[in-house]
């Protein structure tokens, strides 16, 4: 008990100095936006605490403050409750740290804050993990080194946030205001022009306010092996070759029909040409992807 409050006493000094380090930086972008006459942008804003160099490091900062007020009827976050309501000043402020040594190896920390005001919902309503109160706290905190040696391994181990696809698979979405399930994992990546793929096991976190650091979910482990093969291109193709088999086939019937010539149709011509289709779209699908590949990721972000 006595160091749960102890927490909560810390935890509005703490975000205050999140905040007032989003001030402060947004105050020298201001500046140096009055003396450049530059047009102020959320990209603009951020680019003058990024690509700090101190010798073989580079530092970047970034945050962000979100405040976002919800009117519940008939429904609350934990489900539907008709004829009830409920309201939600949601507060989340994150901050990032990354350094990149060499511009390959990079150690990257997050640190959340999160709280609910207005609500009636409190701790006792999510026992287990809170979608919508994190005390400042490491959200994420992993080393990572892509392409080791120009090779296409890479690594990424610690606590991080794991998405693929539309951004829905291992957790919600970043709209929640504890955000998407970060992990305590370890990943090997494997990264080339025609196969990405990650393999990692890991933990996912739960939220709780009077818990620091989180902890990993207990008695569950995961195993992900995540694989992607030129999927988009070899899909396209094959439709396209779906498509053109069928007006073929059609042009054909229309054919013979109307001039009564003998025109046989060949199984054979229909799978050489599809085969060839696909060819074309894997081929089409890898030489940019080669040279996508073989582009360095800092110099390709750089304006």
């Known amino acids: 008990m006595s ?19 989003l001030m402060v930086a947004g105050l020298s972008v201001a500046r140096a936006g009055e003396e450049t006459a530059k047009p102020n942008s959320q990209d603009d804003f951020w680019s003058h605490v990024k690509d700090m160099r101190a010798g073989p490091v580079t530092f970047d900062l970034d945050g962000q403050a979100r405040l976002r007020y919800e009117y519940d009827d008939g429904l609350s976050i934990k489900g539907y409750e008709p004829g009830g309501h409920d309201q939600l000043l949601l507060e989340r402020i994150r901050l990032d740290l990354s350094a990149r040594f060499w511009d390959r190896p990079r150690l990257f920390l997050q640190l959340q804050d999160a709280h609910p005001f207005l609500t009636k919902l409190g701790r006792a309503d999510f026992p287990t993990s809170s979608p919508i109160e994190d005390t400042l706290d490491i959200r994420q905190l992993y080393a ?3 392409k080791i040696g120009d090779s296409p391994f890479g690594f990424r181990i610690g606590r991080q946030q794991i998405a693929y696809g539309d951004q829905r698979v291992f957790g919600p979405g970043n709209w929640g205001n ?7 994992a370890a990943m090997c990546k494997l990264d080339t022009a025609w196969l990405v793929t990650d393999l990692w096991v890991g933990k996912y976190l739960t939220y709780q306010t009077d818990v620091w650091p989180d902890r990993p979910v207990e008695n569950f482990l995961t195993f992900v092996n995540y694989t992607q093969f030129l999927i988009e291109g070899v899909v396209v193709t094959i439709l396209g070759g779906l498509i053109g088999i069928a007006l073929g086939t059609g042009a054909v019937i229309v054919l013979r029909s109307a001039t009564e010539m003998p025109v046989a149709l060949s199984w054979l011509a229909f799978a050489a040409g599809l085969v060839v289709t696909i ?25």
Do not use: I, K, Q
């Open 3 to 21: 160091r749960s409050r102890r927490r909560d006493a810390r935890s509005p000094r703490l975000a205050a100095c999140l905040v007032g380090l």
């Open 178 to 184: 504890t955000g998407r399930f970060a992990w305590d």
């Open 279 to 303: 060819l074309v779209g894997v081929v089409a699908s890898l030489l940019p992807a080669r040279r996508a590949a073989s582009t360095d990721v800092v110099n390709a972000l750089r304006p």
């Open 144 to 146: 990572e080194w892509l």
